[in-house]
């Protein structure tokens, strides 16, 4: 089956940093990317869609500057979230298209925490 | 605006029993999909109903789409400990067909 990693699975920083989270898809080549905000025991938000080759487009209310998004490859989108803040920690997950398919496939997530 | 709303919230019930989840909206959707989330982990594709009326059946979970498209539910059957977890279902977003929108959720506990 298609096999989506996600690294890190946690990370936790001080406030002001930045850190970047990387999506692979390992198997397939995936043109289109999606990027997901989860709280506890809820449902995902769509944050951003990312198209390989052409910029983000994103979701009503996320800020573009704060959320930097990169689809360089075919296998590879990373999510960068810039001076991080505190009520940044949430739980990240993103899902990769497969070419000519319409089943999208998970990553296993990121527990950011910023302190 | 799409809404998926999935009830119950929560269900916490004992081993052996049996449940269902439902997932309703107001919009007509092309096609269908249940998600399972263990905690820490990405959700997990179940299944993918595309036809009204159409029902799928993977081990005790059953899972039907409303003849109209616009609801769907899941049945487990003698449910286990193993099938805790959080449930979704998820449709493809009116206009952009690659973009799913993703219902509220329901959070299941099976205590043995």
């Known amino acids: 089956g298609a096999v989506v990693s996600q690294h890190p699975s946690r990370v936790i920083c001080k406030s002001g940093t930045s850190v970047k989270i990387e999506c692979r898809s390992l198997?397939?080549?995936?043109?289109?990317m999606f990027w997901y905000r989860q709280f506890p025991k809820k449902s995902l938000m769509l944050m951003a869609t990312?198209?390989?080759?052409?910029?983000?487009?994103?979701e009503q209310g996320v800020e573009k500057d704060k959320f930097l998004i990169n689809h360089a490859s075919l296998t590879l989108s990373t999510l960068t979230v810039t001076s991080a803040h505190p009520e940044d920690s949430s739980f990240y997950i993103c899902?990769?298209?497969?070419?000519?398919?319409?089943?999208?496939?998970f990553g296993q997530g990121t527990r950011l925490t910023v302190v | 605006t799409q809404l998926l709303e999935q009830s119950p919230q929560f269900l916490s019930i004992q081993e052996g029993e049996n449940l269902t989840v439902y997932c309703n909206s107001s919009?007509?959707?092309?096609?269908l999909q249940w998600y399972r989330q263990e905690p820490g982990e990405g959700p997990v594709l179940l299944v993918t109903v595309v036809t009204g009326g159409e029902v799928k059946k993977l081990k005790r979970l059953t899972f039907q789409f409303g003849d109209a498209r616009k609801d769907s539910s899941l049945h487990i059957t003698a449910a286990q400990p193993g099938d805790t977890g959080l449930y979704l279902c998820?449709?493809?977003?009116?206009?952009?067909?690659?973009?799913?929108?993703f219902g509220s959720g329901t959070q299941l506990t099976v205590l043995p």
């Open positions: 998820a449709a493809p977003r009116r206009g952009s067909a690659r973009q799913l929108t």
């Open positions: 198997d397939f080549q995936a043109t289109t």
């Open positions: 919009s007509v959707f092309s096609s």
């Open positions: 990312s198209n390989e080759g052409s910029k983000a487009t994103y």
């Open positions: 899902s990769a298209l497969r070419v000519g398919r319409t089943e999208a496939f």
